[in-house]
């Protein structure tokens, strides 16, 4: 059973950044892919982000691309999400997810995390 716990939410003007933070426990982290969900109010849940076992495979969703860096510390247990030039519209619940398929389909991620929030001010 690997457990999850997300840190780094809060709340920032539009343009800022925020690190996000996923520590991992009780499983072995290098065997799973990791990913980065988010759901804002009223919305679907939608794949931010993933990440391979070894980190040199990663996904962005086009809405992040090239302003969120996903990266993984395999020595640390723990998986990262830089958000860079951050938008209103990125308002949302983040949750760190870990599967044994690297995927953008949150149906492959067997453990969630409790998420945290991001809200981006305008």
């Known amino acids: 059973q690997v457990q999850l716990v997300e840190s780094g939410g809060g709340l920032v003007q539009t343009g800022g950044s925020l690190r996000l933070s996923c520590a991992a426990s009780?499983?072995?982290?290098?065997?799973?892919?990791m990913g980065w969900f988010r759901q804002a109010p009223g919305k679907e849940r939608e794949i931010v982000a993933a990440?391979?076992?070894?980190?040199?495979?990663?996904y962005y969703a086009d809405s992040v691309k090239g302003r969120f860096t996903i990266s993984r510390d395999n020595n640390k247990n723990t998986v990262y999400l830089q958000m860079n030039s951050l938008k209103p519209e990125d308002t949302a619940v983040y949750s760190c997810?870990?599967?044994?398929?690297?995927?953008?389909?949150?149906?492959?991620?067997?453990?969630w995390g409790q998420g945290t929030q991001i809200t981006v001010s305008s």
């Open positions: 997810a870990a599967g044994s398929r690297y995927s953008a389909d949150a149906q492959h991620y067997a453990y």
């Open positions: 990440i391979m076992w070894t980190g040199r495979t990663t």
């Open positions: 009780g499983g072995t982290f290098s065997s799973y892919a």
